[in-house]
């Protein structure tokens, strides 16, 4: 497994609001560990959300006191677990502190074994799985425009394209119950795994995203390319992403 990832203010914000972690070596009890963040809030908010629940979840898993007794089928629980604990303390953060109140951000977490993959997700950061021949986004994301389109009152055409479509309806840091999806999918069929920030899946459809994660060139290389590409289409927000070739 090979992994790289980037992590861009992009060309029309002032701050970068997003914040990724990338091992592909073991953290804590978990194999491997990625998550990609994109946070919101006024001023320094939404940059202090994303970077402190990369560091909550990652410490959570590092620190985890029962490791010795984590199996791969506990990894999802593990990651669940973890995430909800970080918006616990992301929501009490902002309450303590005026200047954070409001923060929030987006979280997908993952963990890659063997065929399968386990996701935390809560927002509409999103995963993706990529071969040759097709790209399936693995998660769902938590917004407005989504429900919409669940109830057939929107095309995607229209999704796309709707006014109201970054309004999300989860986010970690909210009030009250963190609830997070956690879902183990199938990915034999996938050369690499892609998560995302919307500031990359907003700019790039999905067959170009299929083509670069495709292309030729080391992981980096290509990480950079599609983060490079959707500046170079316009770069309207933070652009983050990690590849991971499970595959090549």
Known sequence: MYAAGKTDVGLTRSQNQDSIYVSATPVG??????????????????????????????????????????????????????????????????????????????????????????????????????????????????????????????TPEEARNHPRRHVLTRVLGAPGHCEVDGIVPDISDATAVLLCSDGLSNMLDNEKIMEMVNSLGHVEDRVHAMVNEANRRGGHDNISAILIDIKR
């Open 29 to 154: 009890p978990l194999p491997n560990l990625f998550i990609v963040a994109d946070g919101m809030g006024g001023h320094n908010a939404g940059d202090e959300a994303s970077k402190q629940a990369v560091k909550l979840i990652s410490g959570y898993i590092s620190d985890f006191p029962a490791a010795a007794f984590v199996k791969p089928d506990n990894y999802l629980d593990l990651l669940v677990n973890a995430v909800q604990f970080a918006g616990g303390m992301v929501y009490s953060q902002a309450e303590e502190d005026p200047a954070k109140k409001g923060m929030g951000t987006t979280v997908t977490a993952c963990v890659v074994r063997d065929e399968k993959i386990v996701i935390a997700h809560i927002g509409d950061s999103r995963a993706y799985a990529v071969s040759p021949e097709r790209i399936t986004q693995l998660t769902t994301d938590h917004t407005y425009v989504e429900q919409l389109l669940k109830t057939g009152r929107l």
